[in-house]
């Protein structure tokens, strides 16, 4: 059974830094793509990064130079680390397994100004 538990969301001023972990458990995490997703209020949910299994990255022009997703495919974990935060990064946070079309439960983020 495939499971994806997401962790490290919270509140921080501007400018300030989390790092989201994502565990999965089930299926072959080593050939799997990940991704981050966001949705904030009223809006849509859309990609923030993604990594391949051989650990190719894309991301958001709106997080370039900010944001860096990372892999530990023994560990099966996937992580966004998330550097000068601005107001408008806030969101509930979901890791998802691209191949599998598998949805974390998500995580609040929220960044205060």
């Known amino acids: 059974q495939v499971q994806l538990v997401e962790s490290g969301g919270g509140l921080v001023q501007t400018g300030g830094s989390l790092r989201l972990s994502c565990a999965a458990s089930?299926?072959?995490?080593?050939?799997?793509?990940m991704g981050w997703y966001r949705q904030a209020p009223g809006k849509q949910r859309e990609l923030v990064a993604s990594?391949?299994?051989?650990?190719?990255?894309n991301y958001a022009d709106s997080v370039k130079g900010r944001f860096t997703i990372s892999r530990d495919n023994a560990k099966r974990t996937v992580d966004l680390q998330m550097d000068s935060l601005k107001p408008e990064d806030t969101a509930v946070y979901y890791c998802?397994?691209?191949?599998?079309?598998?949805w974390g439960q998500g995580i609040q983020v929220t960044v205060s100004s």
């Open positions: 998802h397994w691209e191949s599998l079309d598998y």
């Open positions: 089930g299926g072959l995490f080593r050939f799997g793509a």
């Open positions: 990594i391949t299994s051989g650990g190719g990255t």
